[in-house]
């Protein structure tokens, strides 16, 4: 089944613990991308990734890393976590640029204590 | 499920009406939309897409219209189910398709 996965689903920590969040798509995508959703905010964009090795920022970058090694995954890290990052996160790839359906993940809710 | 927000405008429809919701986006040099539907517990799901160059494009039971002079965007539901009941998005695709820019969401309702 084409499908993107996120791990974990749930995830509670403290300030500073770093974390990462992993992404995995099985669609051969080469766009991959990492969102967040707060109430009354929809969905921002954090980083995205044209193909392996090229990253971007996206609106809201600040206090996340990613990386792409390999055309499947695409993890975001975040190095030393605050409240502020407290969110549903989302992942979502693409066959490419332009206009190609973006496909989403189930999401990871992470909480900052 | 998550809960994808606690302020987002809410449409209540009764079963088999037609709904429309609106969404006004903000770059007028974006040249491609999108509407994504999200079920409580689920990431945002494709549902219908509109290139610049057209003002209006429909799919099953949906239509989505597009006002550049005004730049709003208006996706209409015809008879209404209680599978449609969800938080739907509008998005604009910018930077050449590599970022979107979603709108806050509106909540749709379906009274059976």
């Known amino acids: 089944e084409a499908q993107v996965t996120q791990n974990p689903r749930y995830l509670i920590t403290v300030t500073g613990k770093k974390l990462t969040v992993t992404c995995s798509q099985n669609?051969?995508?080469?766009?991959m991308s990492w969102y967040r959703q707060d109430p009354g905010l929809g969905l921002r964009q954090i980083y995205y990734?044209?193909?392996?090795?090229?990253?971007d920022k996206g609106d809201v970058p600040e206090g996340y890393k990613v990386s792409r090694k390999e055309k499947r995954n695409f993890p975001l890290i975040l190095e030393s976590p605050s409240p502020n990052q407290t969110s549903l996160y989302f992942c979502?790839?693409?066959?490419?640029?332009?206009?190609?359906?973006?496909?989403f993940g189930p999401g990871t809710r992470l909480t900052v204590l | 499920g998550e809960s994808v927000g606690l302020h987002l405008p809410t449409l209540s429809v009764q079963e088999g009406d037609n709904s429309i919701i609106n969404c006004a986006y903000s770059n007028s040099a974006s040249d491609y939309f999108i509407w994504y539907k999200q079920e409580s517990g689920k990431g945002p799901q494709f549902i219908i897409d509109?290139?610049?160059?057209?003002d209006k494009r429909q799919g099953q039971r949906v239509t989505v219209l597009l006002n550049k002079t005004v730049k709003h965007l208006s996706l209409q539901i015809a008879a209404t189910q209680p599978g449609d009941s969800a938080v739907y998005f509008c998005a604009e695709n910018n930077n050449a398709g590599n970022m979107l820019t979603f709108g806050g969401g509106t909540r749709l309702m379906v009274k059976p």
């Open positions: 509109i290139r610049s160059n057209m």
């Open positions: 979502a790839s693409k066959k490419g640029g332009g206009t190609d359906t973006q496909y």
């Open positions: 669609m051969n995508h080469e766009y």
């Open positions: 990734s044209m193909n392996v090795e090229a990253t």
